[in-house]
């Protein structure tokens, strides 16, 4: 299918879903009636009726969905993983291990956040697996499941971004190096700047250890704490969060190595794996060249399947778990991750309608590049972009990729001062608008493993996320004018600390009366 040029129109379909969204409280509906709205403004531009609609529909749908068949694959044998170590009592085994250790509420989020900054291979296994490692230990403490899904969000995509050996970093270093940029040296160049990234990690941590929540969190916290109420809402609407695992029945003979063997194994083996698919070990390139190369859908893919099996052998020799139940246990784990598959197809394709069918990255991207501006605002205003684009297309992976090639040309033409800056500015937009998007597949994912309602763990994320975001803006503006990495860092790190220092005071997330 051609693409066609709309105009302002062509934001309109990410604008209803996410309107829908926060109003109906319901996503899928929400997403349907977003890509139809797409589709319908394509089909009327190219000409044909009702049924061209659907047929566009359907056929952007299956595209998609083949063209991510390895994240589902992936996606399927870690939702299996997860089941089998369950079943082995290894998750069990480590939340009274961690139980034991950890004297108090502050002690579980920041093993919580310590745990999340461990699994930096991929954002999709980092939701999944801290959620379901720490859910008992967060529970046993009455820490509210949003808190839960906010720190696992917050250690997802910000961990992943700035580490130069993970799929995001594979993605991100493929795309400069199209540029004719040294893509892994403008990424690690641009680490320092991904100042959102940095201040959401420190945030993460600051709100664990000196209890500064504020806004809808603060209240959420608050009815956990007086009520032992985790969820506030009745347990029929946390369908996404895996429930079929509850079918399990955790093994009395499951110990805490039964628990990290699998992901330590998984990491490495994705790492490996991410090298071969790369083609570093067929020699003549460096390791970072080999990372750059990669194809991060199939290697991780392959390296959940090798774990998976290399669990089997290790569980079968230690007798924890049988033949006949592990391979239950597989389909349990696949079977809990269908309603993020749904999810997360229709979320692919709401970016396909905006991406390949209506021209919105372009549209915005050419109101940027042809606007007037002063050369010290390029790297705010790029981060200003990317927030509103990764929100409203739900993708951060999308919008670096439409903006980076944009970025580049500007910043060449305009500003070759501020390239690693503008570069990094376009990450960090890209991820703190994926942060706050309720069709963010990370978004949707980190409520899947907490166990929380999406849409209560979006309301409550974003005061977060938009404190950081401002902080970062002012950081950006810092950095265009003065190019200073010093000064740009002790302005937005002291930003938001007058932030959590004030802001809890004035933001009790009490209503009047209370």
């Not at 993983?81 to 034991?100: C, D, E, F, K």
């Not at 938001?496 to 004035?506: D, W």
């Amino acid at each position: 299918m051609e693409s066609v040029d709309v105009g302002f129109i062509s934001i309109l379909p990410p604008l209803i879903a996410i309107v829908l969204a926060l109003l109906t409280k319901e996503v899928i509906s929400s997403l349907v009636v977003g890509i139809l709205s797409g589709t319908f403004i394509y089909t009327i531009h190219t000409g044909g009726g009702a049924t061209a609609m659907f047929s566009n529909t359907i056929a952007l749908l299956s595209g998609k969905l083949a063209d991510n068949a390895d994240i589902i694959i992936f996606l399927s044998l870690l939702g299996a993983l997860v089941a089998v170590v369950t079943l082995a009592g290894g998750s069990r085994a480590y939340g009274q291990w961690a139980a034991q250790r950890l004297k108090s509420r502050t002690g579980a989020q920041v093993a919580t956040s310590g745990l999340g900054l461990l699994i930096f291979v991929d954002d999709y296994f980092n939701c999944l697996t801290v959620g379901t490692v720490m859910q008992p230990v967060t529970d046993r403490y009455d820490i509210s499941r949003v808190k839960l899904a906010y720190i696992i969000d917050a250690t997802a995509a910000p961990v992943c971004i700035i580490a130069p050996i993970s799929s995001w970093a594979a993605s991100v270093i493929s795309q400069m190096s199209d540029t004719g940029l040294d893509g892994m040296n403008a990424f690690v160049s641009s680490i320092p700047y991904n100042l959102y990234a940095l201040l959401t990690i420190v945030m993460v941590f600051a709100i664990s250890l000196f209890k500064r929540d504020f806004g809808p969190m603060a209240r959420f916290e608050r009815k956990a704490l007086e009520e032992n109420d985790l969820h506030s809402r009745p347990t029929k609407e946390l369908e996404i969060s895996g429930g079929e695992l509850s079918t399990l029945q955790p093994s009395p003979k499951g110990r805490v190595l039964d628990l990290l063997a699998p992901i330590v194994t998984l990491i490495v083996l994705c790492v490996l794996a991410m090298l071969y698919v790369g083609g570093y070990f067929e020699g003549g390139m460096t390791l970072a060249e080999g990372f750059g190369e990669t194809d991060a859908g199939p290697a991780l893919a392959l390296g959940a399947f090798a774990t998976l099996a290399l669990t089997f052998i290790y569980y079968m020799v230690r007798r924890v778990v049988g033949f006949r139940d592990y391979m239950r246990a597989i389909g349990v784990g696949i079977k809990s991750m269908v309603p993020a598959f749904i999810i997360l197809c229709l979320a692919w394709t709401i970016s396909g309608v905006c991406r390949d069918l209506l021209n919105t990255g372009p549209y915005v991207g050419d109101l940027v590049q042809n606007s007037a501006m002063p050369v010290g605002m390029i790297p705010a205003i790029i981060f200003v972009v990317a927030c509103l684009l990764s929100f409203s297309t739900g993708t951060s992976w999308g919008t670096f990729g439409i903006l980076i090639p944009i970025v580049a040309l500007v910043c060449e033409q305009a500003a070759p001062q501020l390239m690693i800056i503008s570069l990094a500015a376009t990450l960090a937009g890209s991820v703190f608008g994926d942060h706050c998007s309720p069709i963010s597949d990370t978004t949707i994912l980190s409520s899947a493993g907490a166990g929380c309602h999406h849409i209560d763990h979006v309301t409550t994320q974003i005061p977060y996320a938009v404190t950081v975001g401002f902080c970062s803006l002012i950081g950006y503006i810092i950095a265009g004018f003065t190019r200073n990495l010093p000064l740009t860092l002790l302005v937005s790190f002291g930003l938001l600390a007058l932030a959590l220092a004030f802001l809890p005071r004035l933001w009790t997330g009490k209503s009047r009366g209370q």
